[in-house]
């Protein structure tokens, strides 16, 4: 990266390709083309493979590291890229080798990472995740750059997209500006609120859908005081109660598949619908890393594209069953094709109407 002469403390500039090689992977743009704009996280992942978790006091010898491309934002961006939409990444990082890989990795593939600023304050975020040959995780995260995102910068590729993607990562001033933002210009606002930060009304009510798992539903209606006489297991009542609150809502639930409603004065027909994901075999689990963000990148990708909530969250859930199969997020992402040829096919399971004798179980 060709550094500048140092700039006055929070002051920005725009990433430009690094050089002509990422010029030519950068996609064509298109004012007609479906666009997703992913506000969200940017982080180098220091991947390192270990034979079991040290205890505490211990130290564990690694054989096998690696860096590579992460943060969600990154991952769902690389997600819809994949997916074959235009996907528009907008963040911070630092002015360092970390955010040249990036950038690289980005642009490598597919996503269009012009609108990516870099700071003099901050390094590029970093995760360190240590794995077992189980594909059990431990994750630590270095913010870095992301804690200066200012989505107030973006406004105009905001204002441009069909669909903005947000997270949980950025600072919780962050994320609610984003749905302020999307509102205000017309933008559907989709919301993968992981890790949970901050919970309003106003926030929660601009998502359309609200994408989180089993666990993020529930500490969102603690936090919006609606979870009383609702039990923790009862995903149809939640799912219920959080569309008091917002258009629609998908729930994750890992190789259980999902559940996803669309509320009846949204245009939706308010039942609960669960999407069963595709069975892979224990000894072709490789790596969960990213699978979740495959999921919510591919939904996105569908419904900018204008798709219905039904095909977007079948293509959601091959796109995160088959992420599980290789080492590494971005990595193991299946492109379009192959995500139409899986939901096609004869064995990828039809949806079914989540019956009320399910509540509670």
Known sequence: MQHEDRPTPGTHRTIRPIDATVERLMPDTDPDEPTVVICGSLHQDHLAQVP???VPGESAIVDNDSRALGGKGANQASAVAHAGVRAVMVGTVGEDPAADLV?????ANGVDAHSVQTTWDEPT???YIAMTPEGDHMVFVSRGANTVTDPLEFTEEIAEADVLLAQGELRPEATEQL???ANLHGTRFILNLAPVTVVTPTLIDSADPLIVNETEAWEILRKLGAAEGIRRGDLPSQIDSLLQYCPSVVISMGDKG???ARAEVDGGDGIVWHQPSLT????EIVDTTGAGDAFAGTIAAELARGGSAERAVALGTAAGSLAVRSLGATSSYADQETLE???AAPDFPQRRRL???NKGE
């Open 179 to 181: 749905g302020m933002i």
């Open 125 to 127: 975020g970093t995760a």
């Open 103 to 107: 950038l690289a990795e980005l642009s």
């Open 341 to 343: 040829a899986t939901v």
């Open 280 to 283: 892979v075999p224990a000894e």
């Open 355 to 357: 019956a009320e004798t």
């Open 52 to 54: 079991e978790f040290p």
């Open 258 to 260: 999902c559940v996803y």
